[in-house]
């Protein structure tokens, strides 16, 4: 009993910390690095509740070096995971398998958020980034995206882009990578 008790002070203090990184003012967001396994230890721990309410599969795909290091603010790039993780799971039915992926290609290390299920709209895709779209109806601001896209080329030098047909729908982000010294 006194150990649950410890595991969940120690995890509620890992949640708050996450959280406080999210609402950082962006003037005091460091241009340090972080690994890999960092991101993906955060984006594990602050998805976790919105992904067992959905009672989506969540499925990581993480072929990098965990040690791998990335040049900018950890939280800017959790914002944009998280927003294309929740995205996902708002277009997926129960049950369905949503997948965090990451790789690296060249210079580039490229996260990916795939779900399955319907095809974009071709309307839609042609201005997914701009302000005011989305795939939402009344229940979407049309901001999450645009937001991301303006995190991804402005922050982080890099670029984010979707494929999507019958099956799936994947997003990326491609960024460039610290070189080895």
Same mark, same amino acid.
């Given at each position: 009993q006194q150990?649950?008790?410890?595991?969940?002070?120690?995890?509620?203090?890992n949640v708050i910390t996450a959280v406080k990184g999210q609402v950082t003012e962006y003037s005091e967001a460091g241009e340090g690095y972080f690994s890999v396994k960092e991101l993906e230890e955060k984006i594990t721990l602050l998805m976790a509740f919105e992904?067992?309410?959905?009672?989506?599969?969540?499925?990581?795909?993480?072929?990098?070096?965990?040690?791998?290091k990335i040049k900018g603010d950890?939280?800017?790039?959790?914002?944009?995971?998280?927003?294309?993780?929740?995205?996902a799971i708002e277009a997926s039915e129960e049950g369905n398998v949503i997948t965090l992926g990451a790789y690296k290609a060249e210079n580039k290390v490229?996260?990916?958020?795939?779900? !399955? $299920?319907?095809?974009?709209?071709?309307? =839609?895709?042609?201005?997914? +980034? &701009?302000k005011m779209v989305t795939t939402k109806?009344?229940?979407g601001t049309g !901001? $999450?995206?645009y937001i991301?896209?303006? =995190?991804?080329?402005?922050? +982080? &030098?890099?670029?984010?882009y979707f494929e999507t047909?019958?099956?799936?729908t994947t997003f990326f982000v491609k960024i460039p990578v610290m070189q080895e010294e």
């Open positions: 150990q649950r008790i410890v595991d969940y002070l120690v995890y509620m203090s992904i067992k309410k959905s009672k989506c599969e969540f499925i990581k795909e993480i072929n990098i070096d965990y040690q791998q950890v939280n800017s790039l959790i914002q944009v995971l998280n927003n294309l993780i929740t995205n490229i996260f990916y958020v795939r779900n !399955l $299920g319907q095809k974009i709209h071709e309307e =839609i895709q042609k201005k997914i +980034f &701009n109806g009344k229940n !901001l $999450g995206l991301s896209k303006s =995190i991804i080329r402005v922050r +982080f &030098n890099g670029e984010i047909n019958d099956e799936e």
